[in-house]
């Protein structure tokens, strides 16, 4: 079975910092374009960042752009996609997922997306 596991999430206060992992099973990704979305609460998800296969291209929404940097952990039994988030606001609370596909378009929209995981809850407190 195909899985993808997030992991990292927490509750931090407002301005701190939280690494997000995404971990794959049942299958390799290592030349899928690796996404983080995420889903505020009471919201519908939206886009956070993308990275290419080869990690020589990223795109990050405007709500996130300074702050949060994407990466691929390339090497063997290493997570496939990290998030690092800096300097959190409380309108980054939201339930966090990462997702792949295997091209390099439309990557701002869920639907292209193939696989996704559970999600990793992130709470930032004020």
């Known amino acids: 079975q195909v899985q993808l596991v997030e992991s990292g999430g927490g509750l931090v206060e407002a301005g701190g910092s939280l690494r997000l992992s995404c971990a794959a099973s049942g299958r390799t990704f290592r030349r899928a374009t690796m996404g983080w979305f995420r889903q505020p609460p009471g919201k519908e998800r939206e886009f956070v960042a993308v990275i290419s296969w080869s990690g020589s291209s990223t795109v990050y929404s405007d709500s996130v752009k300074g702050r949060f940097t994407i990466s691929r952990g390339n090497a063997a039994n290493t997570p496939l996609v990290y998030l690092q988030m800096n300097n959190l606001k409380p309108e980054d609370t939201a339930v966090y997922y990462c997702?792949?596909?295997?091209?390099?378009?439309?990557?701002?929209?869920?639907?292209?997306?193939?696989?996704w995981g559970q999600g990793t809850q992130v709470t930032v407190s004020s």
């Open positions: 997702a792949a596909k295997y091209t390099w378009d439309d990557f701002t929209t869920e639907g292209t997306y193939n696989y």
